[in-house]
């Protein structure tokens, strides 16, 4: 330890305030609370008052066995220099200048919430949507809650080659009693069961070769109870020297694609289309502002691997289009934000001009990874932040306690941690009374109100 980290003692701890209690959130705790050369006190603060985010909002619902990280999550937070603060806004409830006031460094953790858009006409007619909608839907996230997800059509496009891309259209493609035992939130559960859904069109502009896929998530597709996957085999036709120098997880899915040619015809109720080298060019309306139809290109891949329109056009019959073209951060008040790259601008880690702000997650970094390359990436910030106490860059905060901020959120209904504790046993508990691992609480409101008549 050096001079300049004794500045922190136990008496004195090195004061963070983590923004985001997602992946790269907690782990940026876990790193704080690893480490042995600085005495250190972590505040997680999130808008909701549920930890885990993405694990919880964003993880497929019938992907459990990814969601047991939640095991290793509450261990950090449980810890006793770990404190969770939910339904804490920033920039609402809590603004950067207090924030820097009453902690020595602050780490903004929030992820990338916002959606890449195609750029085509017909976007926003009435049934294009985000897949992220779609799957904070069904998840059960407070803000999505409410909505009325119209599942009447019997054509649904869904655009991109992601894991996300798979997620939705498997949940389009299971039946109820299939579902029954995830952790799908009980109104999806309900529309999903009397959904009009027959033929899920996954759309991307590249070739097999490009998706993002992986392997896992794809053989799933050949696995379901009422529906069948659909690839042609001239949209899976890859180059020679292309397979050559693919790598194991493409070569992979292009065995389990391939695989999909040879499966025995079945009659099914649903069917999920790969589609391969094609390009939404256009949405099409149905004359009430609804949408009817999609417009594809045909495309080729140009020398550098590019998708190349050849001017052969198709139409495929849907009500529905879910786009999955990938992430964006959002600025957070008073925080430099590169809007290029949709991200809080930031040099590995160290917030751009900001002594004492760092960031981690996807809005360091931009939405690349699974969840656990999160730890990795939180762990580099919090490597910085330390180097900087030993450097005598990163000083105490003026303030010196906390009672100050404690006032501000005085009147504000702060969910704690042991609150959490208390509300997931009682969604396990609704959900056992089912036969179901969780029936969850998804309304604010209830998830307040709930808290207060404890």
């Given at each position: 330890?050096?001079?300049?980290?004794?500045?922190?003692?136990?008496?004195?701890?090195?004061?963070?305030?983590v923004?985001?209690?997602?992946?790269?959130?907690?782990?940026?705790?876990?790193?704080?609370?690893?480490?042995?050369?600085?005495?250190?006190?972590?505040?997680?603060?999130?808008?909701?008052?549920?930890?885990?985010?993405?694990?919880?909002?964003?993880?497929?619902?019938?992907?459990?066995?990814?969601?047991?990280?939640?095991k290793?999550?509450?261990?950090?937070?449980?810890?006793?220099?770990?404190?969770?603060?939910?339904?804490?806004?920033?920039?609402?409830?809590?603004?950067?200048?207090?924030?820097l006031?009453?902690?020595?460094?602050?780490?903004?953790?929030?992820?990338?919430?916002?959606?890449?858009?195609?750029?085509?006409?017909?976007?926003?007619?009435?049934?294009?949507?985000?897949?992220?909608?779609?799957?904070?839907?069904?998840?059960?996230?407070?803000?999505?809650?409410?909505?009325?997800?119209d599942?009447?059509?019997?054509?649904?496009?869904v655009?991109?080659?992601?894991n996300?891309?798979l997620?939705?259209?498997?949940?389009?493609?299971?039946?109820?009693?299939?579902?029954?035992?995830?952790?799908?939130?009980?109104?999806?559960?309900?529309?999903?069961?009397?959904?009009?859904?027959?033929?899920?069109?996954?759309?991307?502009r590249?070739?097999?070769?490009?998706?993002?896929?992986?392997?896992?998530?794809?053989?799933?597709?050949?696995?379901?109870?009422?529906?069948?996957?659909?690839?042609?085999?001239?949209?899976?036709?890859?180059?020679?020297e292309?397979?050559?120098?693919?790598?194991?997880?493409?070569?992979?899915?292009?065995?389990?694609?391939?695989s999909?040619?040879?499966?025995?015809?079945?009659?099914?109720?649903?069917?999920?289309?790969?589609?391969?080298?094609?390009?939404?060019?256009?949405?099409?309306?149905?004359?009430?502002?609804?949408v009817?139809?999609?417009?594809?290109?045909?495309?080729?891949?140009?020398?550098?691997?590019?998708?190349?329109?050849?001017?052969?056009?198709?139409?495929?019959p849907?009500?529905?289009?879910?786009?999955?073209?990938?992430?964006?951060?959002?600025?957070?008040?008073?925080?430099?934000?590169?809007?290029?790259?949709?991200?809080i601008?930031?040099?590995?880690?160290?917030?751009?001009?900001?002594?004492s702000?760092?960031?981690?997650?996807?809005?360091?970094?931009?939405?690349?990874?699974?969840?656990?390359?999160?730890?990795?990436?939180?762990?580099?910030?919090?490597?910085?932040?330390?180097?900087?106490?030993?450097?005598?860059?990163?000083?105490p905060?003026?303030?010196?306690?906390?009672?100050?901020?404690?006032?501000?959120?005085?009147?504000?209904?702060?969910?704690?941690?042991?609150?959490?504790?208390?509300?997931?046993?009682?969604?396990?508990?609704?959900?056992?009374?089912?036969?179901?691992?969780?029936?969850?609480?998804?309304?604010?409101?209830?998830?307040l109100?709930?808290?207060?008549?404890?």
């Open positions: 330890m050096t001079q300049d980290s004794q500045a922190f003692t136990s008496e004195r701890p090195l004061r963070v305030a923004i985001g209690s997602g992946p790269s959130g907690i782990y940026s705790a876990e790193a704080l609370i690893k480490q042995s050369d600085v005495p250190v006190q972590v505040d997680i603060f999130d808008r909701l008052p549920t930890p885990y985010g993405l694990v919880r909002y964003g993880v497929a619902p019938d992907h459990l066995t990814i969601k047991s990280v939640t290793a999550f509450e261990k950090t937070m449980s810890d006793e220099r770990v404190r969770f603060m939910g339904n804490v806004q920033f920039g609402r409830d809590l603004t950067r200048d207090q924030l006031a009453h902690y020595d460094a602050v780490i903004y953790a929030v992820g990338a919430s916002a959606d890449r858009r195609l750029g085509i006409p017909g976007e926003d007619l009435q049934g294009s949507l985000s897949a992220t909608e779609f799957v904070a839907w069904y998840n059960g996230h407070p803000d999505a809650a409410t909505r009325d997800m599942l009447s059509a019997q054509g649904v496009a655009i991109g080659l992601g996300v891309a997620d939705v259209s498997r949940i389009l493609a299971k039946t109820a009693d299939e579902l029954h035992s995830s952790d799908i939130a009980q109104h999806a559960l309900e529309r999903l069961r009397d959904s009009q859904v027959k033929d899920i069109y996954i759309l991307g590249r070739g097999p070769a490009q998706a993002k896929f992986t392997t896992k998530e794809l053989r799933e597709f050949g696995e379901l109870d009422a529906a069948s996957p659909v690839v042609r085999a001239d949209e899976l036709a890859v180059a020679p292309e397979e050559v120098a693919a790598d194991n997880v493409t070569k992979k899915n292009l065995e389990v694609l391939r999909f040619l040879e499966l025995p015809e079945r009659e099914t109720p649903r069917r999920v289309h790969f589609r391969f080298l094609v390009s939404p060019t256009e949405i099409l309306d149905d004359g009430a502002g609804n009817n139809a999609i417009r594809v290109e045909k495309n080729q891949l140009d020398e550098a691997g590019r998708p190349v329109g050849t001017g052969q056009f198709e139409e495929l849907v009500g529905m289009v879910l786009r999955s073209v990938g992430y964006l951060g959002t600025p957070l008040e008073g925080v430099p934000f590169d809007e290029r790259s949709g991200t601008a930031n040099v590995e880690g160290r917030v751009t001009g900001c002594p702000e760092y960031t981690a997650g996807w809005i360091k970094r931009g939405p690349s990874g699974v969840i656990g390359t999160n730890r990795k990436c939180a762990a580099d910030t919090v490597g910085l932040l330390l180097e900087d106490v030993r450097s005598g860059t990163l000083k905060s003026a303030e010196q306690n906390l009672s100050a901020l404690e006032a501000v959120l005085a009147d504000r209904p702060v969910y704690t941690f042991g609150d959490w504790q208390e509300l997931d046993r009682h969604e396990q508990g609704r959900g056992s009374e089912s036969g179901r691992p969780r029936h969850k609480v998804v309304h604010l409101e209830e998830m109100g709930w808290r207060a008549e404890r």
